[in-house]
């Protein structure tokens, strides 16, 4: 009985140590895994019901669903990389011309500045009970010194980016790779995956389910919202001549993810410059344009493509998405509200197996 227990527990050590070479092994290439992944889950639906209308059999079938998933592989990858690519080139270009003009407006117009430097000022000595005193020098200074920091980011990110050119390259290679065996045997490696992982089969089933649902969900919800909101932010913005409008869009795109302020951080602050400038009628048609579309597509648009189906308060939402960011870079977009809603659905089901009442 004791050598039966010593060989269980030296095969769960073994089978342990192996897994997690295994996931050294796969770890390189977490992030085009994961993306190919979500790609695959978004686009699957869409294949399944082309490949599904393929009704040959025999080799000329298969020639024909091989043909297809390469096809929706390159074309998934295309989609999304071509438009990105030019809109991360567009948006370090404007970055660094707007960190030039706010700078060059510094210089041409110091008493303007100046005066508003001195109303900070005393705002924030009133408004701390002459607790706190910072002198317009000061503010100007540190203004002057964003705007510097801002020119050096671009400038390194631009130059990053070129330097990096080759690896995004091939990572789009792999993602096309992933993908095309994806919508080829989608079914057959989520088995082997899932087969991993020992779990009754019902819940893994709960969890899978879970996983494609909050994919989706959380594309359609926020993701997809926060892109609509920037290119309608981006519309307005051109149309109304604002400088550098992809740079103020993209800003627009990632406070859409903020509770309560939203979109409105970036188009308001536009609004009373333009209002300040002389630009009355200008400033009030673009703030009510803002605040009548660009706003207002997030109440409109998110519940009519979550429809309750990821209950999970806004906030929460916002930490995990920040959180998930901070902890995995750009994979936290995803991956921060995944594992909270995953955590969920597994506290759940412990609840349930247990009959534990909450």
């Not at 060989?7 to 073994?14: L, P, R």
């Not at 796969?26 to 190919?36: G, R, Y």
């Not at 700078?103 to 009970?129: L, Q, Y």
């Not at 410059?273 to 997030?298: H, R, T, W, Y």
Request: glycine residues 6%; aromatic residues 14%.
């Amino acid at each position: 009985m004791q050598s039966k227990n010593i060989q269980k527990w030296v095969f769960g050590i073994i089978l342990a140590a192996l897994f997690l070479v295994v996931c050294k092994l796969f770890s390189p290439f977490f992030s085009v895994l994961l993306w190919s992944t979500l790609l695959y889950i978004l686009f699957n639906p869409l294949h399944h019901k082309i490949a599904a209308k393929i009704k040959s059999a025999g080799m000329r079938g298969r020639i024909a669903k091989t043909c297809l998933a390469a096809l929706f592989a390159f074309c998934t990858v295309v989609l999304i990389a071509v438009p990105l690519s030019f809109i991360a080139y567009e948006f370090f270009v404007q970055i660094r011309e707007l960190a030039r003009s706010a700078s060059a407006m510094f210089d041409k117009n110091p008493e303007f500045f100046s005066n508003i430097n001195s109303d900070i000022s005393h705002f924030v000595f009133r408004i701390t009970g002459g607790n706190i005193s910072i002198p317009p020098e000061q503010i100007s200074d540190h203004a002057r010194s964003i705007i510097g920091q801002s020119v050096q980011w671009s400038l390194e990110a631009g130059s990053g980016i070129i330097k990096n050119v080759g690896n995004f390259f091939i990572n789009l290679l792999f993602m096309i790779f992933c993908l095309f065996f994806f919508y080829l045997d989608g079914a057959h490696l989520g088995k082997l995956v899932t087969s991993t992982i020992f779990i009754r089969r019902d819940y893994m089933q709960a969890l899978v389910s879970k996983f494609k649902d909050t994919t989706r969900s959380l594309f359609l919800g926020y993701i997809l919202v926060a892109l609509i909101q920037g290119m309608a932010a981006f519309i307005i913005f051109s149309i109304f001549r604002v400088e550098s409008s992809l740079v103020f869009a993209i800003l627009t795109l990632i406070c859409a993810f903020i509770p309560m302020l939203g979109a409105g951080v970036v188009w308001l602050p536009l609004g009373i410059f333009m209002l300040l400038n002389g630009e009355l009628v200008k400033g009030a048609v673009f703030m009510i344009l803002c605040g009548g579309i660009v706003s207002m597509l997030d109440n409109f648009l998110r519940p009519l493509f979550l429809k309750d189906r990821v209950k999970l308060h806004p906030l929460v939402i916002f930490f995990s998405i920040l959180g998930g960011i901070v902890s995995f870079g750009f994979n936290g977009l995803v991956l921060g509200p995944m594992l909270v809603i995953i955590f969920l659905t597994v506290l759940d089901l412990f609840l349930n197996e247990h009959k534990i009442v909450t």
